[in-house]
């Protein structure tokens, strides 16, 4: 079952522009993670965010996390058309056979025009 | 540091026939995932590993679904007898298991068409 629903499903923007893509999920957590996907390719991790921090920054990436409202977002910033891919936020549960067990969103389409 | 490595990279069956994925991990990854996506959709979890020992296995359909991890590094899924909605990117991917190191990384994925 998918743990995360992200929206919008689909997000199309100019270069230059600020993309931001957000999360949901069901269940605690101990870690939620964001993963870029390319056309064909696999899976890139980008960030980790733990349940106990509101808020991390990565280049031009910024992710918030919300454990009142099972939320996160994704910024990107001033983005570029290499960012066109699928993004994927991922759950991680804590403790025993859930460690390092990752549930995954539906994912967010970003295109971004040059 | 070398990637994940999976095979093939494609793979066009026809329904009933059988086939098999392979999946080497980076070098001294003691967790190794298999995940199905199918178009449009998220990674599914099929199997989790911990060196050779099973260790989530919930969502793999077993009566026709398989994987192994002989020696705790390479590892197999196979899927025997295939059917239509088997068709999906059959992802591998390995993580360290250390405390505070939950990052994942993964294959290119075995594209699989089942006809």
Same mark, same amino acid.
């Given at each position: ?24 999920y069901k269940t605690s957590i101990n870690n939620l993670q964001w993963y870029r996907q390319n056309s064909g390719r ?16 990565? !280049? =031009?990436?910024?992710? @918030? ?10 910024? /990107? ?14 759950? !991680? =549960?804590?403790?025993? @056979? ?10 967010? /389409? ?5 | ?111 699989l068409l089942v006809l």
């Amino acid at each position: 079952s998918q743990q995360g629903e992200e929206d919008p499903q689909a997000l199309s923007i100019q270069e230059g522009e600020n993309a931001t893509m957000n999360c949901s999920y069901k269940t605690s957590i101990n870690n939620l993670q964001w993963y870029r996907q390319n056309s064909g390719r696999g899976l890139v991790h980008l960030i980790l965010i733990r349940s106990n921090e509101r808020e991390k920054h990565s !280049g =031009r990436l910024r992710v @918030t996390l919300d454990t009142s409202k099972k939320s996160s977002s994704l910024l /990107i910033t001033a983005s570029r058309a290499a960012d066109t891919a699928s993004y994927f936020c991922a759950t !991680g =549960r804590a403790g025993g @056979t859930s460690y390092g067990k990752l549930t995954f969103g539906q994912g967010t /389409i970003l295109t971004v025009h040059p | 540091e070398a990637g994940v490595a999976q095979s093939p990279r494609y793979k066009i069956i026809e329904k009933r026939q059988s086939v098999a994925f392979w999946c080497n991990p980076i070098s001294g990854h003691a967790t190794l995932y298999w995940y199905q996506q199918i178009l449009g959709q998220g990674p599914k979890l099929l199997i989790q590993f911990q060196n050779n020992g099973v260790v989530d296995d919930s969502q793999l359909p077993k009566d026709r679904f398989s994987a192994e991890r002989l020696k705790g590094v390479d590892s197999t899924l196979k899927i025997q007898p295939a059917k239509l909605e088997d068709s999906a990117v059959y992802l591998c991917a390995s993580s360290t298991f250390l405390v505070n190191q939950e990052t994942q990384y993964f294959g290119p994925g075995t594209r699989l068409l089942v006809l």
